[in-house]
């Protein structure tokens, strides 16, 4: 007799647990046109297209009131004198006690390319669709509701809270919503991943700059950064779906930030080799050049401009970009003091000089001043090619990061 009492207090206690629930965090019931949708979902839309929205706030209090016997956590003594939406009174132990909605407010907000035509604190709204050029936009709705409790003479204050966001995609336009040199975000456009995602393309930038100035100690910090920022975003999306479970946003990081250098570090040993070819050459033409007559003749003539086109052919060997990739590691390298003058160069494309003399002398200045400078230039290339093999470091720690990150898509650059 004892276990079956003991067994039925038991059934009793695990049936009063699970009547009592705890209410839920209150959110938003969104309805479009009629159509329920969540917070977060994305609508495709057309130019000039009008909708009406109407907005209701359920959960948290309203729970409570609405279902006591489900929410409440009253004595089975109480008494229920009225229940609802926007209140619930009870009595219990001949003391009343009442749940009241005193106000509830209600804010929309857009962007520019959606109009929201809207009476204050109205749970109903006219949206109208903007017939300007975009690709996504959206409705931000904020609901506030104030409750006041008393029991017997105490007086207490409750406010609950809920935001909902409703995205809107012109149909047939791209939903790409941030776009820069590594980055690329399509989907339903969200202003905290915006700010981190330009944080992200900051440090792109600032990884990237170190390397090229080789400030291999900044760029150790800066790759530690970059990876706290990638998942900073990650930590952003997965926050939004929590209240917004239908959030979508596509994210492509594009390359990486070693790609430039890394691409120069492997055109630095043919370039260091064709210049290392242009000493003798230099050296060669000199010679030759003191052999020419003072006085033009056409056979002088002709042997400048053949000379004048060995010069310009050693030029047109060099790996492209040569001079933009040189510039960038060795900015003092003043690269007008390399190449032929142009007013020398055209002489090589006319196949004729207008003035013998003045071209004798000119090409013999620059040959000069090329024979001199060419072994101080050859050291600074040999330092850059070797000082920059660092970048293969940080180019494969880079690598095997941004191949682990599976919740994002990365494209790389490089075959």
């Known amino acids: 007799m004892k276990r079956f009492f003991f067994i039925l207090v038991m059934v009793t206690q695990l049936g009063n647990l699970f009547a009592i629930q705890p209410s839920r965090k209150p959110f938003l ?13 994305n609508l495709t839309v057309i130019s000039d297209q009008k909708l009406m929205i109407s907005i209701e706030l359920v ?32 009595e219990s132990d001949g003391v009343k006690s009442e749940w009241k909605l005193l106000n509830e407010t209600v804010l929309f907000s ?20 903007s017939n300007a050029k975009f690709s996504q936009s959206f409705v931000k709705i904020a609901v506030k509701a104030n409750w006041q409790f ?63 100035k080789m400030k291999f100690s900044a760029v150790q910090q800066s790759v530690r950064t970059l990876q706290t920022a990638v998942n900073e975003v990650k930590s952003t999306i997965d926050n939004i779906k929590l209240t917004a479970p239908s959030y979508q946003s596509h994210i492509v990081f594009i390359g990486l930030p070693t790609d430039i250098p890394y691409q120069d570090l492997g055109k630095l040993p043919e370039i260091k080799m064709i210049w290392a070819d242009s000493e003798t050459l230099m050296q060669d033409l000199k010679m030759q050049l003191g052999k020419l007559l003072a006085d033009p003749s056409k056979e002088s003539k002709n042997e400048l401009i053949s000379l004048v086109q060995k010069c310009v052919d050693w030029q047109y060997k060099l790996p492209e970009n040569t001079f933009v990739i040189l510039s960038r590691y060795l900015p003092d390298l003043t690269v007008e003091t390399i190449k032929l003058p142009k007013k020398i160069h055209s002489i090589a494309e006319d196949k004729t000089i207008a003035d013998y003399t003045q071209t004798l002398n000119d090409f013999g200045t620059f040959l000069d001043h090329r024979i001199e400078q060419i072994p101080v230039e050859l050291q600074k290339i040999s330092s850059t090619q070797s000082r920059i093999q660092a970048v293969r470091l940080f180019d494969g720690m880079l690598r095997s990061y941004f191949s682990s990150v599976n919740w994002a898509e990365w494209k790389n650059t490089r075959e």
């Open 29 to 41: 019931q969104i309805k479009i046109d009629g159509k329920a949708y969540k917070n977060g979902d």
């Open 59 to 90: 959960g948290g209090r309203k729970d409570f009131c609405k279902f006591p016997d489900t929410y409440a956590d009253i004595s089975g003594t109480a008494q229920i004198l009225s229940r609802g939406s926007n209140g619930l009174t009870y």
């Open 110 to 129: 857009a962007d520019e390319f959606v109009k929201v035509n809207s009476q204050p604190n109205q749970s109903t709204a006219e949206i109208i669709i």
């Open 150 to 212: 008393t029991h017997a003479d105490k007086i207490t204050m409750e406010e609950n809270t809920a935001e909902g966001t409703i995205y809107f995609k012109v149909a047939g336009t791209s939903d790409v919503w941030f776009s820069s040199k590594n980055i690329q975000a399509n989907g339903m456009k969200n202003d905290e991943i915006l700010e981190k995602l330009t944080v992200v393309q900051s440090e792109f930038d600032s990884i990237e700059s170190s390397l090229i």
